[in-house]
């Protein structure tokens, strides 16, 4: 079972920042929280993955509460190309990506 | 210039057959792994192969085999095709078989059992 709960889906409207929540209330010490996103036909792709400190790269800004029970996925600029399914993941102890059912974000026009 | 690619891309074959998906990777990596993403969208490991080796085999039933014939290759072949098989098929890649490594998606093979 995953172990995170994101809402099934959200809208953000072209040109504004599309934050996506993700609760992890039971995370270990030791596990990271991981972005990956599944663009319609296509496979899943890895947008960013953190531990304690917030993290940002060129496509995704990510923040983890200090309690690190739940993190943003922020989206600065979104465009319709970032139209999918967003999966936060919690790492297991064995080392499984474990998806769960995600959030489905509509960018509008 | 395709990291992670997978052949054939769709796949319509009737119950009972045997087919093969094939995966190849170009990154260099060590470990590769094959999902299942049914009806439902539910995305779920099969198997991981690291250095050829097996090393999760997720109780999928006896008649999915992977074989990776070296580190860039993991094919996965299928007997005796049920009606359940049919889903999409991605296969992945990731640099070594540690706890923070980003894995890598081909594009899927859609493959449809009549």
């Known amino acids: 079972d995953a172990k995170t709960t994101q809402p099934p889906s959200m809208d953000c409207a072209e040109g504004r920042a599309a934050n996506l929540p993700c609760n992890h209330s039971?995370?270990?010490?030791?596990?990271?929280v991981y972005w990956y996103r599944q663009i319609h036909s296509q496979g899943p792709q890895y947008i960013i993955h953190?531990?304690?400190n917030n993290e940002t790269n060129e496509m995704a800004s990510l923040i983890i509460t200090e309690d690190r029970k739940s993190s943003t996925l922020i989206l600065p600029h979104a465009t319709l190309r970032d139209t999918a399914v967003y999966y936060c993941?919690?790492?297991?102890?064995?080392?499984?990506?474990?998806f769960g059912k995600g959030t489905r974000l509509h960018i509008l026009p | 210039d395709t990291a992670v690619s997978q052949t054939p891309k769709y796949l319509v074959t009737q119950m009972g057959n045997d087919k093969s998906i094939k995966c190849e990777q170009n990154?260099?990596?060590?470990?590769m792994y094959w999902y299942k993403q049914d009806s439902k969208k539910f995305l779920k490991i099969m198997f991981s192969?690291?250095?050829?080796?097996?090393?999760i085999n997720e109780t999928v039933p006896n008649r999915f085999s992977p074989k990776s014939p070296d580190k860039a290759h993991l094919n996965l072949h299928i007997n005796s095709l049920e009606l359940g098989d049919s889903a999409v098929y991605f296969c992945?890649?990731?640099?070594?078989?540690?706890?923070?490594?980003?894995?890598?998606f081909g594009p899927g093979t859609r493959l449809l059992v009549l």
């Open positions: 992945a890649s990731s640099q070594v078989w540690t706890h923070q490594e980003t894995q890598y």
């Open positions: 039971t995370i270990s010490g030791n596990e990271y």
């Open positions: 953190g531990l304690k």
């Open positions: 993941i919690v790492r297991s102890r064995d080392d499984k990506i474990i």
């Open positions: 990154l260099g990596h060590d470990t």
């Open positions: 192969y690291n250095n050829k080796e097996l090393i």
